[in-house]
């Protein structure tokens, strides 16, 4: 029974053998077709009306011969990605191994062990899906790409067809795109930056995540330096050395934020093979007339403030549309090829005074009205901790008894404040998450506006008003079709109401009054119903403003990206308002009037002591809905 088990176990594991020998001599794929390279179809990105605004065409050019390829960096990826490639086999049956236990250990895929091979034979020719049986083809590829390639034609196809992020493929594009500089002429730490991205394109791309860039450089550097390929000295030269590019994307420098961002989010949802090698359409919410119109009013305001106050200065701006939560409008900075960061998606910033509208639409939710006296005066609060927190006023000074219209208008922080307390903590943070507000800690000091939000947050959140009480969720993209037509993604619509009508025309009213006196102020003012609300944190370090017509809800900010103070004396009216004003006078308004509640009546009253009073001309006398 033994010796048929034994010559059983013999005659499979030759069988097996025969097999794998079999594989290996055959050439099973056409590794000749590496060195040609077709044109891709590259996918569209649409306006609202469906003209192409971008497209993601691939930034590729001519491959770059072994010979060509500085030692340096065949050293830097040596480093950073397979110590043994001239060595071994194809695979790493060590770096198996080690992986496999690893994965082992954690009961999950969390470690691989491809080769520089490996990676060529997974990048060219399958998915980048994490599993076993993708593994096992993989190995079989790169055995085979061993057998019927030298080494140096491995590595000259694995940097011509490497992934650089932003559509740049291969090396020599590269470094076109990052130093404008052809391969040629780079340095040490540039060599070892283009290795840094060969992990993740994503997550390592010194145009997309600078700092992670620099550290993975540097640990790379270190890398080089322990296997003898740089002296001591040559290795702390090169790390400490700064981590500049020049990006030389195409296009509109304010513009290429919303194409990268449409670029990343595609490339997450399809796939970068499907999106630079099919012809998908991307159609966005973008207005291309407002878009232009909102560029010029940020960029020449930027401008001007940029030339007094530093180049530091900077910003983003969200066009909503009020029913739909459409994206008109997105500026993410005020230069894409200074800094790809984009501040109107990505930059959470405390939102100072552009808070209070929620909290008093809370309070009249509550029963507390416009029309209610309350005093502004020193307040000393206690906290849980022990510790004690006094707010106060940006103007430093106290004007004692004052209605809450009143208070909301000039932004008052002692009474907003008394307003927190009074309604309670839970309550306004539950409050705020219905607006979409969420990083909001129950502390007195949220009355402020210490919660923080992204400029699209902001801008749906103040929509909830020009939208008759209705919040909307922001969207950018409206649906992606294939190069048949086939709908492959659907936007959908989220929304619900926060404010029932009566409520929501009361607060419509009330952020009408800052606007009002703007309009008295401006003969050329905007033909339409206008509400808004500015904002500040401690030193200006963020100016905002955030308004609204019936056709158009906008957020925006400006501020430093470090997040410094701007100056004590520096205020939304003399950066974000300008801004907004230019952008608003720029367009025809296609709806003139906001919805206000017919069962509703208008009273007039002093808005310092609350009387009622028929005094129209009087500054003092305000009108409100009841």
């Keep these: 029974m033994l010796r048929r088990l034994i010559i059983a176990l013999s005659l499979f594991f030759c069988l097996a053998l025969g097999c794998i020998v079999f594989l290996m001599e055959r050439d099973w794929v056409d590794f000749s077709k590496l060195d040609s390279y077709k044109p891709s179809q590259a996918s569209v990105v649409l306006d609202d009306d469906g003209n192409e605004i971008a497209n993601f065409a691939l930034d590729k050019r001519a491959p770059v011969a072994f010979p060509k390829i500085p030692p340096m960096v065949v050293k830097a990826f040596i480093a950073a990605e397979d110590h043994n490639f001239f060595t071994h086999p194809g695979i790493s049956f060590r770096g198996i191994i080690r992986s496999a236990l690893v994965n082992l250990y954690h009961g999950r895929k969390v470690q691989g062990a491809s080769t520089i091979t490996q990676q060529l034979a997974r990048g060219m020719f399958l998915s980048y899906e994490r599993t076993y049986l993708r593994k096992i083809q993989e190995i079989f590829l790169a055995l085979q790409l061993e057998r019927q390639l030298s080494k140096e034609q491995i590595f000259e196809l694995y940097l011509n067809n490497m992934y650089f992020g932003r559509g740049i493929y291969g090396i020599e594009a590269a470094c076109k795109r990052f130093w404008n500089i052809p391969l040629e002429r780079i340095t040490t730490d540039q060599a070892a930056t283009l290795a840094a991205v060969a992990k993740s394109a994503r997550l390592f791309s010194p145009l997309n995540a600078p700092a992670n860039a620099r550290r993975r450089r540097n640990i790379i550097l270190e890398s080089m330096h322990k296997l003898d390929f740089l002296t001591r000295t040559e290795y702390e030269t090169a790390s400490k050395a700064p981590l500049r590019t020049l990006d030389y994307a195409a296009g509109n420098p304010l513009r290429l934020y919303i194409q990268e961002w449409v670029r990343a989010w595609a490339e997450v949802t399809f796939g970068k093979e499907a999106i630079y090698h099919h012809r998908f359409k991307i159609k966005t919410t973008i207005n291309i007339s407002l878009q232009e119109k909102a560029e010029h009013a940020f960029a020449r305001t930027m401008q001007q403030l940029r030339a007094t106050m530093g180049s530091e200065i900077n910003g983003g701006l969200v066009s909503l549309d009020p029913e739909s939560g459409h994206i008109k409008a997105l500026i993410g900075g005020f230069d894409f090829r200074q800094s790809q960061f984009n501040r109107a998606l990505q930059a959470r910033r405390q939102i100072g005074s552009t808070f209070k509208p929620l909290l008093y639409a809370l309070a009249m939710k509550a029963g507390i009205e416009m029309d209610s006296v309350f005093v502004d005066e020193p307040i000393t609060v206690q ?44 309550y306004v943070v539950s409050w705020a998450q219905r607006f979409g507000i969420t990083h909001l800690l129950p502390y007195p000091s949220a009355s402020l506006g210490t919660a923080e939000a992204t400029v699209a947050e902001n801008a749906a959140a103040f929509n909830v008003f020009a939208n008759n009480g209705v919040y909307v969720r922001p969207n950018l993209i409206e649906w992606v079709k294939d190069e048949t037509g086939n709908k492959m993604w659907q936007a959908e619509t989220e929304q619900y109401r926060v404010l029932d009508t009566t409520l929501n025309s009361k607060m419509v009213n009330l952020l009408a009054h800052r606007m009002n006196m703007l309009k008295r102020q401006d003969q050329g003012w905007i033909d339409a119903d206008t509400i808004g609300k500015t904002g500040s944190t401690n030193g200006a370090a963020t100016t905002w403003f955030v308004g609204a017509t019936p056709s158009l809800t906008t957020a925006l900010y400006v501020g430093r990206d470090d997040n410094k103070p701007m100056g004590s004396q520096l205020f939304a009216s003399g950066t974000a308002i300008p801004i907004w004003v230019s952008f608003y006078k720029a367009f025809r308004q296609h709806k003139k009037h906001f919805y206000i509640d017919p069962q509703l009546h208008e009273y007039s009253i002093d808005w310092v002591t609350g009387s009622p009073s028929d005094r129209r001309d009087d500054p003092d006398v305000v009108t409100l809905l009841r």
Aim: aromatic share 12%; net charge positive; proline share 9%.
């Design 383 to 426: 906290l849980p901790n022990g510790t004690t927190w006094q707010p106060k006023n940006w103007t430093n000074t106290f004007d004692g008894p004052m209605t809450l219209a009143r208070a909301l208008t000039f932004s008052n922080n002692i009474i907003t404040a008394k307003l927190f307390l009074k309604i309670g903590a839970p």
